[in-house]
């Protein structure tokens, strides 16, 4: 049992070699290992450890998490209340091989190396939404979906991580007012959660009752190209 958070835990994302990424109404990002060593082992049915680190920088409830690959400057993303979506630096990827989190042959202690960079993780810049962000998830091509509602509208927003990683590495701070790539305007109520379906598409389902498929290509990039709709009810994940 991983226990720490103060209040409810909204999500969880699974990292490399086992450990764990939770966030909560508590405001905070906990970074778990959810493996035992040796000298951790105990008859007791139920084994409760306490969070690796804790990630602060949301000032309210955070209530979604990805892992991001394929980039040096931002490993994790986060949603929450306070209308951003905020980048999470957690390992250097050069030590890492591959997409699984493979650490080379010849290291003798990976499983240190790697924690030891998850204890040291820290915050690289938050993107601005229109309030509350419900979602956030990789698509394939490699950017970032995020989604939620707000007064400027309830709407899913496409970020450009390589440009976002580009200033990062630069030195820029990424809390500057970036832009989304892309938004796409459509739901009638509350955005609540994304997925990817290809590098051209991408799904989103709302409080309006709705599933809506997205076109990312070309000139319809921005057009919602199909829906089903239930009005009865609100259509909480995909």
């Known amino acids: ?72 400057s931002f490993q994790l993303a986060s949603s929450g209340h306070d209308g951003t979506v905020r980048l999470w630096h957690l390992w250097d990827p050069a030590d890492v091989d591959g997409e699984a989190g493979e650490w080379g042959a010849d290291d003798e202690e990976p499983t240190a190396r790697f924690e030891a960079q998850l204890r040291a993780a820290a915050q690289v810049g938050a993107l601005p939404h229109h309030k509350l962000v419900n979602c956030v998830a990789q698509l394939r091509d490699g950017r970032l979906a995020s989604a939620g509602t707000g007064r400027g509208g309830h709407t899913v927003r496409v970020w450009n991580l390589a440009e976002l990683d580009r200033a990062a590495r630069a030195g820029t701070d990424l809390r500057s007012k970036f832009v989304p790539a892309v938004e796409l305007c459509g739901h009638g109520e509350a955005v609540n959660d994304v997925a990817s379906l290809s590098t051209t598409q991408l799904a989103s389902c709302g409080s309006d009752g709705t599933v809506r498929v997205w076109a990312l290509d070309g000139a319809r990039r921005d057009a919602n190209v199909s829906s089903a709709s239930d009005a009865s009810t609100h259509v909480r994940c995909i």
């Not at 958070?5 to 990292?15: G, I, N, Y």
């Open 1 to 72: 049992r991983l226990s720490g958070h103060l209040r409810t835990v909204r999500a969880v994302a699974a990292l490399p070699h086992a450990y764990l990424a939770s966030c909560s109404d508590d405001a905070t990002v906990r970074i778990w290992r959810t493996s035992r060593r040796d000298d951790e082992r105990a008859p007791r049915r139920v084994f409760e450890r306490g969070a690796l680190c804790v990630l602060r920088g949301h000032r309210n409830n955070v209530y979604d998490l990805a892992q991001v690959r394929g980039f040096a």
